[in-house]
């Protein structure tokens, strides 16, 4: 599936660029399984440290993924370019609803992953501080009018206070 992105929309989350490395493939050829989550997580690394989050003290408040939920589109091979959108789907005081989209230099939508995290300090789940809880309604609110991406909502069983999704 082909996405058109030639326009930018505020609120758009373009953190995350990277190629297929040789030790990525599977042996078919093509990016393995695990690397998609790779490079999912490092996505939500991106996303958490521009809400900041501080990974040099992250025992101290961090966010932590309890569920993940992968679709594969199309097949990536070595030495593609790939890069990631993310949208910030809901979140209240602990938890952070994430949705990535992965796409190839031709913007191939190549997966999708969508992530619940919740916010964590001393291996406890803590609400997350309020610099961090105000910088994610910044970006929700941006977001908030964005098209609801199609399947989501696979990794929720509660439902969280501000969220783009109506169970």
């Given at each position: 599936?082909k996405?058109d992105r030639t ?10 660029r990277g190629k297929?490395?040789?030790e ?9 399984e695990?690397r998609?989550l790779?490079v999912?997580?490092e ?7 521009k809400i900041g ?7 101290e408040?961090a ?12 097949e ?8 990631t959108?993310t949208e910030?789907?809901g979140f209240?005081e602990?938890?952070?609803h994430?949705y990535h989209r992965?796409?190839?230099k ?5 997966a ?8 964590v300090?001393r ?10 809880l ?5 970006l929700?609110v941006?977001q908030?009018a964005?098209?609801?991406?199609e399947g989501t909502?696979s990794v ?6 501000h969220?783009?999704i109506?169970?």
């Amino acid at each position: 599936m082909k996405i058109d992105r030639t326009t930018s929309s505020e609120g758009q989350l373009r953190l995350w660029r990277g190629k297929v490395l040789p030790e990525w493939l599977d042996y078919n050829g093509h990016m393995t399984e695990h690397r998609y989550l790779q490079v999912f997580g490092e996505s939500s690394d991106a996303l958490y440290g521009k809400i900041g989050v501080d990974f040099n003290n992250a025992g101290e408040g961090a966010f932590f993924t309890l569920e993940t939920h992968i679709r594969h589109r199309a097949e990536a091979k070595v030495g593609t370019a790939l890069w990631t959108e993310t949208e910030i789907l809901g979140f209240d005081e602990r938890r952070l609803h994430l949705y990535h989209r992965l796409f190839d230099k031709t913007d191939t939508l190549l997966a999708t992953g969508e992530h619940l995290s919740i916010h964590v300090a001393r291996s406890s789940a803590v609400a997350a501080p309020a610099l961090i809880l105000a910088e994610i309604e910044r970006l929700f609110v941006l977001q908030k009018a964005f098209p609801l991406p199609e399947g989501t909502g696979s990794v929720l069983s509660k439902m969280i206070t501000h969220h783009r999704i109506t169970l």
